[in-house]
């Protein structure tokens, strides 16, 4: 398999028996599992909607065009998930206004991506991990009732037939 990593971590992961890494995964099925507890995801806008549709909370680790906003929409507004700020390289030395009511300011560093990542586990475990579950499976609610007859999607999609 072609891939970016460098051959010593895969060889740790391999080594681990915690992980694998393939080319090519079913997505919708791993998210059907029983065992998955949270999606770690760049926020793009097909897997954040596969996730939430299954009720999954996610930790999300934007990288470029509508991944932001899907993270803060996910993080923020459903409050179903976790947003990454360190992993952010061109927000080194800015201030994040995502924590706290003053921000965060962005350090970027190895360390400070490995403390991040800590909490954010940790607070996957906690109170707050347990609050964006559910928050998550609201969500999943919502979306199914969304497609159901009589549903928010047969009423716009009502709406667009009388446009035309």
């Known amino acids: 398999m072609d891939t970016l990593l ?19 995964a079913p997505q919708q099925a791993i998210f059907a599992h029983p065992a998955l507890g ?29 991944q932001p906003v899907n993270s803060l929409w996910v993080s923020r507004t459903l409050d179903a998930g976790f947003e990454l700020l360190e992993v952010r390289t061109a927000g080194v030395g800015r201030r994040a206004l995502r ?36 928050n998550a499976l609201r969500a999943r609610e919502l979306l199914v009732r969304s497609v159901e007859k009589g549903g928010d999607v047969d009423v716009e999609l009502e709406k667009l037939a009388k446009f035309f």
């Open 6 to 24: 460098p051959p010593s971590l895969l060889e740790r992961i391999d080594a681990s028996g915690r992980g694998v890494v393939v080319g090519w």
């Open 99 to 134: 924590r706290g009511e003053e921000g965060k300011v962005i350090d970027g560093g190895v360390e400070a991506v490995r403390e991040e990542m800590r909490e954010v586990l940790a607070m996957c475990r906690g109170e707050e991990g347990e609050r964006k579950r559910r």
């Open 38 to 66: 949270w999606v770690l995801t760049h926020g793009g806008g097909n897997t954040s909607l596969e996730a939430l549709g299954k009720g999954l909370p996610m930790i999300c680790w934007p990288l470029w065009g509508d």
